[in-house]
């Protein structure tokens, strides 16, 4: 299988530039993907810069089953958002991949800047009668697999572990005034929450726990050219 990578490089002069996620490599090489494992356990994310190819198909197995790869690039006879030059505000994916593994073929000379930030603790932030009331609310999904509902919860129970599944376009028809207000605030609590902008570059691979790592990005302008190959990761168990 051919892969690739995407890294996470913190934009010059963004509050992020210090701080830096990376591994160095002589670690890695020391203990095969033990460091990226413990840094998405407890960061619920992990850059890795120029990773090579044959180390990504080693990660890609160490996390789960790949469930589904996308060659994200601009294509303007697509209907997708995704593929759009549009920014995108965050979000998670699927609620069936547990890890978002994004591989940097190529990358844009203006935009397309990666955005992160931490959902659950955003909404852990929140006060109970929020958090109880958020267990209520309904998101569309997206069928992509055989079986898929058109509905998933926001908040959900994996392995006694919370999970997130979060679009702010996705919520579906009528709620209640106590659910409105629950995600009014988690809304403004992923906004106010620190955000780390990541400028990926060719070579590069990003990670991130997707029930609990919120992505977007900024839009993409000047050569379009960015190119990421996402991977959707089912895992078999948590990183650890």
């Given at each position: 299988?051919?892969?690739?990578?995407?890294?996470?490089?913190?934009?010059?002069?963004?509050?992020?530039?210090?701080?830096?996620?990376?591994?160095?490599?002589?670690?890695?090489?020391?203990?095969?993907?033990?460091?990226?494992?413990?840094?998405?356990?407890?960061?619920?994310?992990?850059?890795?810069?120029?990773?090579?190819?044959g180390a990504?198909?080693?990660?890609?197995?160490?996390?789960?089953?790949?469930?589904?790869?996308?060659?994200?690039?601009?294509?303007?006879?697509?209907?997708?958002?995704?593929?759009?030059?549009?920014?995108?505000?965050?979000?998670?994916?699927?609620?069936?991949?547990?890890?978002?593994?994004?591989?940097?073929?190529?990358?844009?000379?203006?935009?397309?800047?990666?955005?992160?930030?931490?959902?659950l603790a955003?909404?852990?932030?929140?006060?109970?009668?929020?958090?109880?009331?958020?267990?209520?609310?309904?998101?569309?999904?997206?069928?992509?697999?055989?079986?898929?509902?058109?509905?998933?919860?926001?908040?959900?129970?994996?392995?006694?572990?919370?999970?997130?599944?979060?679009?702010?376009?996705?919520?579906?028809?009528?709620?209640?005034?106590?659910?409105?207000?629950?995600?009014?605030?988690?809304?403004?609590?992923?906004?106010?929450?620190?955000?780390?902008?990541?400028?990926?570059?060719?070579?590069?691979?990003?990670?991130?726990?997707?029930?609990?790592?919120?992505?977007?990005?900024?839009?993409?302008?000047?050569?379009?050219?960015?190119?990421?190959?996402?991977?959707?990761?089912?895992?078999?168990?948590?990183?650890?």
């Open positions: 299988m051919h892969v690739g990578l995407e890294a996470r490089n913190p934009v010059p002069g963004s509050a992020n530039h210090e701080d830096r996620l990376t591994i160095p490599c002589g670690v890695i090489d020391e203990v095969p993907f033990a460091n990226e494992r413990r840094q998405l356990r407890d960061t619920g994310y992990v850059l890795l810069p120029r990773f090579g190819a990504l198909v080693g990660l890609l197995e160490t996390l789960g089953r790949v469930l589904h790869v996308e060659e994200v690039v601009v294509d303007p006879t697509s209907a997708s958002l995704v593929k759009s030059t549009e920014g995108l505000s965050l979000h998670t994916d699927h609620h069936r991949a547990q890890f978002i593994v994004w591989h940097c073929i190529a990358q844009s000379d203006e935009g397309g800047v990666t955005v992160l930030a931490d959902g955003a909404y852990l932030s929140l006060s109970h009668g929020h958090r109880a009331a958020l267990t209520g609310v309904l998101l569309q999904e997206h069928s992509v697999f055989r079986g898929d509902r058109e509905q998933h919860p926001l908040v959900t129970m994996r392995d006694g572990s919370l999970r997130l599944y979060y679009s702010y376009w996705l919520a579906q028809g009528e709620i209640t005034e106590a659910a409105r207000a629950a995600l009014n605030a988690f809304e403004a609590a992923v906004r106010s929450a620190h955000h780390v902008e990541l400028r990926l570059e060719p070579g590069d691979v990003l990670a991130i726990d997707n029930g609990r790592m919120l992505h977007g990005r900024t839009p993409i302008s000047g050569s379009k050219s960015r190119h990421l190959r996402r991977y959707w990761i089912e895992a078999g168990a948590s990183p650890g």
